[in-house]
């Protein structure tokens, strides 16, 4: 039996007005821990929805490790080339961690139309290249046709793109290169226009096949007939030659990047592939420093955001105690007459402000989360995508972090009004039985 809890417990759910403790009182503490707790769950949500959608769609024109030639992220440099054949791609994906290996090559140029011309940056990737990010976001048309071995002639552009150079899916669009101080042209067709919302890379990237971009750059991309090498170096590289700008290799957990190249520098960097190229990783992170620095003050915002919210829940709590220790003298003066200690006393005060902070957190989680499923169900709440790389609010909901946040508040509050229950034992039961 636990005396204090069942006091506590009485006095609460009295039906009795004269029993019941002060209405008022209860609700403003209430209030306070429903609005922080609600404001809490509210802005851990959008923060993971804000930071897991940017960074998927940074990931998504990229990957999360990038291999390619040591000159390439030394200078810059598009020219600079591996030969990513099948032997170097299998020692890649062997590496523990790694989901996924594509290859790609990219090439700076001008898209013209009769009208006008913008630079854009041509991305060459074939078969093996994961387009869920790229198809997930096409807004008209149809993802091109991707191939390694041979030219498709189609081209995905982004709606900015698009916009400017008055371009529609089916348009013939000519692509202008400079190479070897000769300028070189190709026709493409408009398979499918993509809006991303990231305007950094929606303005300078487009997508075609592998083999086109490989080309262009003078690299090779040959097969060895049956029974029939070509060459010494397409022998030494397992019966190939896959000459491209590097290759891009997503990993099983995000979180785990460092340590997947971690395993990858000792597999790869500073070696050489089958021509003798010398080869290098880096991660997502290291190529757009900006981006994930910017995203990491996030956090910063929302430990102050929890930090304050903890504060004005405990504040509350702790004058509404008071208030209820004021208003319930006279039974605190008859527990202590009736021989209980102020240590019980103190418990029961406890236990009643503690269903006060548990019924003030289940409407305060009714409330984040019913705003946070509103928002990720209609997408209410809209935003600037030129500022801020989305055009909704994104909410993700995490309920591992959102138990934790409820448990957090209750321990805190908790602990925030042992202080304040010492209050009690400076009233004498003698003076509470003269005031009655």
């Known amino acids: 039996m636990n005396l204090p809890f069942d006091i506590a417990r009485s006095v609460y759910y009295s039906s009795d007005a004269d029993r019941r403790i002060s209405r008022p009182a209860v609700r403003i503490a209430m209030l306070g821990v429903a609005i922080g707790i609600a404001v809490m769950i509210v802005s851990v949500a959008v923060v993971l929805g804000f930071k897991h959608t940017v960074r998927d769609k940074v990931v998504g024109f990229g990957s999360h490790i990038v291999v390619t030639n040591f000159m390439t992220l030394q200078t810059t440099d598009q020219s600079q080339c591996i030969n990513a054949n099948d032997s170097l791609y299998r020692k890649v994906k062997s590496i523990p961690g ?87 042209a190709r026709p493409f067709t408009v398979a499918g226009i993509f809006q991303t919302n990231l305007t950094r890379y929606d303005e300078s990237f487009c997508f075609t096949d592998l083999y086109t971009m490989s080309r262009l750059n003078g690299w090779r991309i040959e097969k ?66 900006q981006i994930f620095s910017w995203l990491d003050l996030l956090d910063l915002n929302v430990w102050i955001i929890l930090i304050l919210m903890v504060c004005v829940s405990g504040f509350t709590m702790i004058s509404g105690l008071l208030i209820i220790i004021l208003e319930r003298t006279s039974m605190i003066g008859l527990l202590k007459a009736l021989g209980a200690r102020n240590s019980m006393v103190r418990h029961t005060f406890l236990w009643l402000a503690t269903f006060i902070v548990l019924r003030g957190m289940l409407w305060g989680n009714v409330l984040g989360i019913g705003i946070c499923l509103l928002q990720k169900w209609t997408g209410l709440i809209q935003l600037d995508a030129a500022t801020y790389y989305v055009s909704e609010v994104p909410i993700e909901m995490n309920w591992g972090l959102i138990v934790l946040l409820n448990v957090a508040t209750l321990l805190l509050t908790t602990l925030a009004l042992v202080l304040p229950s010492f209050f009690v034992s400076t009233i004498k039961p003698a003076k509470t039985m003269r005031m009655e």
């Open 224 to 289: 060895e007939p049956a029974g029939e090498p070509v060459g010494a170096e397409a022998k030494s590289a397992g019966g190939e030659t896959i000459e491209v700008t590097g290759m891009e290799v997503l990993v099983n957990d995000f979180d785990s990047i460092d340590n997947v190249e971690t395993r990858m520098i000792k597999v790869i960097d500073k070696s050489q592939d089958a021509d003798g190229h010398y080869l290098s990783s880096s991660t997502v992170m290291d190529q757009n420093p």
């Open 98 to 184: 790694v989901r996924h290996v594509a290859r790609y090559s990219q090439k700076q140029g001008v898209l013209k139309t009769d009208g006008d011309f913008l630079g854009v940056v041509f991305k060459g990737i074939g078969e093996d290249y994961d387009t869920t990010f790229l198809a997930k976001n096409v807004i008209e048309g149809h993802m091109p046709q991707l191939s390694m071995w041979k030219s498709t002639q189609q081209l995905l552009v982004s709606k900015i793109q698009a916009d400017r150079l008055g371009l529609k899916v089916g348009d013939k669009v000519y692509a202008y290169y400079l190479s070897d101080e000769n300028v070189r």
